[in-house]
């Protein structure tokens, strides 16, 4: 008898951590999927925006002067390829990024898009999924 409580007990305390799991990355999640939805639809509008503007390509240089300024006065980590950024951060800072790179990464990176600027959206994307995941595990 005591063998049969010995797995139940060891198959209820699987299935309780399972259930733990599945909603916290369910959580993170939808945290995650909700903030880079944010991210692409206010890209998708501020191309629009600044496309409708004549001389439109006269913006890019101005644009990346204002990445430039922003990325470096507010969040130095926002530089350079998201993806990149994010694996260095796994394994060398157990997964810590700043803050401050949440929202810089995605003002810096629509201004840079919006105004014809070269960069990728998958970068981003991954910096500000693991931003808000720092920002969620502090709580």
Known sequence: M???KHVVAEHV????????WFIYS??????????????????????NQVQM????????????LMTQW?????APDAKGHGTEKVIE????RKGKIALAVVPVKLLGTVLTLAGGGS??????????????LRLWLIF
Do not use: D, N, Y
């Open 89 to 92: 951060a796994v394994h060398s």
């Open 13 to 20: 305390t699987i299935l309780v951590s399972m259930t733990k």
């Open 70 to 74: 922003l990325v470096s006065r507010f």
């Open 26 to 47: 369910a959580l993170v999640g939808t945290i995650i999927g909700i903030s880079t939805t944010v991210f692409l639809k206010l890209l998708g509008w501020s191309t």
């Open 119 to 132: 960069a990728g959206k998958e970068g981003p994307c991954a910096q500000i999924g693991l931003g808000w």
């Open 2 to 4: 005591s063998v049969i």
């Open 53 to 64: 503007a004549p001389h439109h390509l006269l913006f890019l240089p101005v644009m990346l």
